[in-house]
T-cell receptor, first 111, second 110 residues
Framework: EPEVTQTPSHQVTQMGQEVILRCVPISNHLYFYWYRQILGQKVEFLVSFYNNEISEKSEIFDDQFSVERPDGSNFTLKIRSTKLEDSAMYFC?????????FGSGTRLTVV | QKEVEQNSGPLSVPEGAIASLNCTYSDRVSQSFFWYRQYSGKSPELIMSIYSNGDKEDGRFTAQLNKASQYVSLLIRDSQPSDSATYLCAVKEGNNRLAFGKGNQVVVIP
């Protein structure tokens, strides 16, 4: 099982609502990522986060998205006003010398 | 736009046979390449990384890299039913983000 823990495992939300997805990364890792995977499609990069700030973001990561590390351990992804097309699996990942380790994922369903 | 391509359709192999998966990438400066396995509804799980031209073996898995041809492959020897999954090729780009291919579904038939 992945050592990167994500909560909740599944969230259903109404369009226009805010959601916060949470990740507890491997404790001594410093580089974090969020990816998403729409059903049947590629895993897509959203944002990378290092030293408590965004180091890179994709064109998907618009003003509706934000990330933070509120307490030095949890790593969160917030979507301010969800749209139907935000429905996807969202994965947190941390950088590891052998390759990035992915969390268990959150399935977000926007209705 | 930089691409990672995995073009072949679902692959069915009998138990004990070799499964061969291919991937091409467009970014010539990429140096790090990965194969992930993803079971349905689960997260990607790293199975192999490769950085140098040639072959790298790890148990029943062999990754092959040819940077001149921008090609990376994965061989699964002695395929087992538990190998039935989608295999994702990933290439590290830019500030260490991963670019993924669409994946190849492998079905091992007992």
């Amino acid at each position: 099982e992945p050592e990167v823990t994500q909560t909740p495992s599944h969230q259903v939300t109404q369009m226009g609502q805010e959601v916060i997805l949470r990740c507890v990364p491997i404790s001594n890792h410093l580089y974090f990522y969020w990816y998403r995977q729409i059903l049947g499609q590629k895993v897509e990069f959203l944002v990378s986060f290092y030293n408590n700030e965004i180091s890179e973001k994709s064109e998907i990561f618009d003003d509706q998205f934000s990330v933070e590390r509120p307490d030095g351990s949890n790593f969160t992804l917030k979507i301010r006003s969800t749209k139907l097309e935000d429905s996807a699996m969202y994965f947190c990942a941390t950088r590891d010398p052998l390759g990035d380790t992915f969390g268990s994922g959150t399935r977000l369903t926007v209705v | 736009q930089k691409e990672v391509e995995q073009n072949s359709g679902p692959l069915s192999v009998p138990e004990g046979a070799i499964a061969s998966l291919n991937c091409t990438y467009s970014d010539r400066v990429s140096q790090s390449f990965f194969w992930y396995r993803q079971y349905s509804g689960k997260s990607p799980e790293l199975i192999m990384s490769i950085y140098s031209n040639g072959d790298k073996e790890d148990g029943r898995f062999t990754a092959q890299l040819n940077k001149a041809s921008q090609y990376v492959s994965l061989l699964i020897r002695d395929s087992q039913p538990s190998d039935s999954a989608t295999y994702l090729c990933a290439v590290k780009e830019g500030n260490n983000r991963l670019a993924f291919g669409k994946g190849n579904q492998v079905v091992v038939i007992p």
